[in-house]
Nanobody
């Protein structure tokens, strides 16, 4: 069974940076596209960034130029480097492996951007 565990969330000031990590187990990690989603209170979950098995990336317009998704297949890890953080980036961030009908989701990690 696939497990995804996010870490690295926390409280950060506007303009600051955080690096989120997602550790995967129970799958051939390198085969799958990995995504970062986020969900803020009262809003739908939204796709933030994706990275394919070959390293091709896509970003939501709201984070382009500020966030960077990367992966280390040797370590079964995916990362989200978040810079120039804004209050509107506050959300629970989830990693997702695009496996099966619904994908496989981590438990989420809270990111709060506040002064």
């Amino acid at each position: 069974q696939v497990q995804l565990v996010e870490s690295g969330g926390g409280l950060v000031q506007p303009g600051g940076s955080l690096r989120l990590s997602c550790a995967a187990s129970g799958s051939i990690f390198s085969f799958y596209t990995m995504d970062w989603y986020r969900q803020a209170p009262g809003k739908q979950r939204e796709l933030v960034a994706s990275i394919s098995s070959r390293g091709s990336t896509n970003y939501a317009d709201s984070v382009k130029g500020r966030f960077t998704i990367s992966r280390d297949n040797a370590k079964n890890m995916v990362y989200l480097e978040m810079n120039s953080l804004k209050a509107e980036d506050t959300a629970v961030y989830y990693c997702k492996q695009e496996k099966g009908t619904y994908g496989v989701w981590g438990q989420g990690t809270q990111v709060t951007v506040s002064s």
